[in-house]
């Protein structure tokens, strides 16, 4: 456990602003963390279609769902647009007169 502090300590004293200072080092490290980066995202992502693609879900599948509609609800829809349609009906075969205020 010393030794790891005593690493720590050696880092902190190069990242001081009178340690030497090496760009290309720098420059190497931070190329080398950011390829590592760029190839764990396009893994990540090769994986996740290939699951995608056949067929498998990423995370917790879904629960099954319960029917959103009742056929009851639907019957008094559609008893609905029915008496709708029969009162369209009647205007449209003259049994209902319709008196233009314009004419």
């Not at 760009?23 to 290939?50: I, K, Q, Y």
């Amino acid at each position: 456990m010393n030794a790891f502090f005593l690493r720590a300590l050696s880092v902190l004293k190069r990242l001081r602003s009178d340690a030497d200072i090496d760009p290309v080092r720098d420059w190497l490290v931070m190329l080398l963390f950011s390829t590592v980066a760029f190839l764990g995202v396009v893994v990540w992502n090769v994986w996740a279609f290939e699951t995608v693609a056949r067929g498998g879900v990423i995370g917790a599948p879904a629960p099954a769902a319960s029917p959103i509609f009742d056929r009851a609800a639907l019957d008094a829809a559609r008893a609905v647009f029915a008496a709708r349609a029969g009162e369209r009906e009647k205007y449209e075969t003259g049994v209902y007169r319709l008196a233009d205020p314009s004419q």
